[in-house]
């Protein structure tokens, strides 16, 4: 992963930052999605959770001056619950380490993403609860004859009920496909909650060629089907992979005419 970056390259990571910021992102997120003590540990990296973490934050709050958000990104630890890998203690502890070391760099929030596990996502929630900052819980959905279900078959009203009850802001869906398929889910997951609901849709699923992933949507292509996610119920529209800045210009012109509009992440 790129996260130990805030420490190696942090111009790097600022520069990209603020070209969302300058898009018109009036979210922007930390590059900290696999900064938790497991997905670091694979890269050796295990001690400098805390130092990666806060730089992280710390940067995207440098990049986001007095026009955007910074919410914290937290993703999955990549170790399965079910099948025993991990106790549910260690990974708690793993989650509240990350989580507090986002708050501590500044972050005005924290957004768990492409979660496909309820158990684990529900961990993470209690950990990054505990900062006191607001909270988007976000699942995956990806799988499923539908596309409608994350990598462990969980619905969309199924994880608006649950993450709704386990205390979360805001919930919402990312990644896994493109913006299109994410209108049903928008609209089922606006039914079985409350809350607001943040919805950041890849720029189509990639096709692999010359063993590189290509993302074939257009930003035009994805800001035509913004309207009807926003009429679905959305409160939060976003970019996940294969989006760009360019993504979030197009997307912010076409809102600009409703200036009570959504807010944009990225």
């Known amino acids: 992963g790129s996260d130990p970056w805030n420490l190696s390259h942090p111009e790097k990571v600022e520069a990209v930052a603020r070209s969302y910021v300058e898009a018109g992102s009036r979210i922007i997120l930390t ?22 973490n806060r730089a992280g934050a710390e940067i995207s709050k440098r990049a986001a001056g007095d026009k955007a958000f910074v919410f914290a990104s937290m993703g999955p630890s990549g170790k399965m619950l079910t099948m025993g890998e991990i106790a549910e203690e260690e990974l708690l502890s793993a989650f509240r ?57 969980v619905t969309p009203e199924h994880a608006a009920e649950e993450l709704t009850d386990a205390g979360a802001d805001v919930v919402g869906a990312n990644c896994g496909q493109g913006i ?42 994805f800001a035509d089907s913004i309207p009807a996610v926003l009429e679905k119920g959305a409160s939060f529209i976003g970019g996940c992979c294969g989006t760009s800045p360019d993504f979030i210009r197009v997307v912010s012109g076409r809102l600009s005419d409703d200036r009570r509009g959504p807010h944009q992440t990225h």
């Open 31 to 52: 590059n900290t999605f696999q900064a938790s003590r497991f997905p670091l540990e694979r890269q050796g990296l295990s001690d400098q959770v805390s130092e990666i």
């Open 97 to 153: 380490e990350q989580a507090d070391a986002l708050a501590k760099g500044g972050a005005d929030g924290i957004v768990l993403e492409t979660m496909g596990d309820l158990a684990e996502i529900k961990i993470a929630l209690a950990a990054a609860k505990r900062t006191g900052l607001p909270v988007v819980a976000c699942m995956c959905f990806d799988s499923g004859k539908n596309k409608d279900r994350t990598l462990m078959g």
């Open 180 to 221: 299109e398929g994410y209108i049903g889910i928008c609209e089922r997951l606006c039914q079985s909650t409350t809350l607001p609901v943040w919805i950041k849709a890849n720029a189509g699923l990639p096709v692999i060629e010359d063993g590189k992933a290509v993302y074939q949507t257009t930003a035009e292509q």
